[in-house]
């Protein structure tokens, strides 16, 4: 998907409305929180943004404990665990 919005100010702030396709992709409901980030590449400046997750993330140390143990591997399996 790709949009092109034009920018309106609202106090201080710069806004930009989210095309409701993208909000549905993204699974955004009002009130929820979102990351925006800046970046710079080969096109020049742009930022990305995604809905924050509400999900605890396992560590990167307990993601490679995991998966160097056959047990817990199998287990985290069985209970639908992510280990991303």
Not at 10 to 25: C, F, G, L, Q, W
Not at 27 to 42: A, P, R
Request: net charge neutral.
């Amino acid at each position: 998907m790709k949009y092109i919005r034009k920018t309106f100010k609202s106090n201080e702030s710069t806004v930009i409305v989210i095309p409701i396709d993208i909000a549905k992709y993204l699974e955004l409901n009002v009130g929820d929180e979102i990351v925006i980030q800046d970046d710079e590449g080969t096109h020049g400046k742009f930022v990305s943004f995604w809905k924050k997750d509400t999900k605890p993330r396992p560590t990167k140390e307990i993601v490679k404990e995991v998966l160097n143990d056959p047990e817990k591997k199998k287990e985290c399996e069985k209970n639908g665990s992510e280990l991303s």
